[in-house]
């Protein structure tokens, strides 16, 4: 396996008013919802930085399509971190996702390792951390 990861994909109660949230509320670009033609195929994609993209799947299609149960998300179990250039972005950001519909799980604070963030939550409960990061740029 190479070590590159090409979508994540979300898993959502409503499709709708996730890609609402996405696209108009964080701007995401998107051609919108795809997929309609299959029966569990309904979905959205958001192309992001590097080819990487962000997808969104309706719970019930991914419980289907995987054959796992569908026992409900756990917000931890997964962790998006979106790095930005400032702690002014870090307070910018967490006020955009609030505006479109998110819930700010952690206002933006100092970090205890030396950055800058805070954390939302999508309107699933995805967390997402957004955070201003000084030493990123060593990690290389």
């Keep these: 396996m190479k070590p590159r990861i090409t979508v994540i994909t979300l898993a959502v109660?409503?499709?709708?008013?996730?890609?609402?949230?996405?696209?108009?509320?964080?701007?995401?670009a998107t051609s919108g919802i795809t997929g309609t033609k299959y029966p569990i195929g309904a979905c959205v994609f958001f192309n992001l930085e590097g080819g990487l993209k962000l997808a969104l799947w309706p719970r019930s299609s991914l419980v289907a399509d995987t054959g796992l149960p569908g026992?409900?998300?756990a917000a931890t179990?997964?962790?998006?971190a979106h790095n930005v250039g400032s702690e002014d972005e870090v307070r910018l950001v967490l006020d955009q996702a609030q505006a479109a519909g998110g819930r700010v799980a952690k206002p933006a604070q100092p970090t205890f390792w030396g950055g800058y963030?805070?954390?939302?939550?999508?309107?699933?409960?995805?967390?997402?951390?957004?955070?201003?990061?000084p030493h990123l740029q060593a990690l290389g």
């Design 117 to 133: 963030g805070g954390y939302f939550q999508d309107p699933d409960g995805h967390v997402w951390e957004v955070v201003f990061n």
């Design 71 to 73: 026992d409900g998300p």
């Design 13 to 28: 109660s409503d499709l709708e008013r996730s890609l609402v949230f996405y696209r108009d509320g964080l701007g995401l």
């Design 77 to 80: 179990e997964v962790l998006i």
